[in-house]
């Protein structure tokens, strides 16, 4: 039998528990569990953890929606640093064996402060 896995986003209405619950009965080898699934249910990890199936892997999305690491505003760029701290505390609760961090979109803060310096300059030759 091969690696039969699936999202727990393609269940985004149920709680996480449900989830894996539901994982078996279907007796699949492995859940990817997003942060954001369990968060936004407000789901017990523990209760996740107890429900888990033998034999079944978990790994772990960590939250990224809407929060790029590489930001050009600090309060975004914290508040994902934070979030991602939350991921990674749930994903050794859930005991996973992988989780996935993205970095977000490149910032181009570079970009706009060179943008930024050119308009000065053409405001001083006016």
């Known amino acids: 039998m091969g690696n039969n896995c699936f999202s727990s986003t393609l269940c985004w209405l149920e709680p996480v528990e449900q989830v894996v619950r539901q994982d078996a009965s279907d007796q699949l080898q492995g859940i990817?569990?997003?942060a954001q699934h369990v968060f936004f249910h407000d789901?017990?990890?523990?209760?996740?953890?107890?429900t888990k199936p033998g034999?079944?892997?978990f790994t772990m999305h960590a939250?990224?929606?809407?929060?790029p690491i590489?930001?050009?505003?600090c309060s975004i760029r914290t508040a994902s640093v934070n979030s991602m701290i939350l991921s990674i505390e749930l994903a050794?609760?859930?005991n996973t064996n992988f989780i996935a961090i993205y970095s977000?979109?490149?910032s181009l803060a570079k970009y706009y402060s060179s943008i930024h310096?050119?308009?000065q300059a053409k405001e001083h030759v006016i």
């Open 70 to 73: 590489t930001s050009i505003d």
């Open 92 to 94: 050794v609760k859930l």
């Open 63 to 67: 939250s990224s929606w809407y929060l």
């Open 43 to 50: 789901s017990n990890p523990l209760v996740i953890r107890k």
């Open 117 to 119: 310096q050119h308009l």
């Open 32 to 34: 990817e569990i997003w």
């Open 104 to 106: 977000g979109y490149k």
């Open 55 to 57: 034999g079944t892997q």
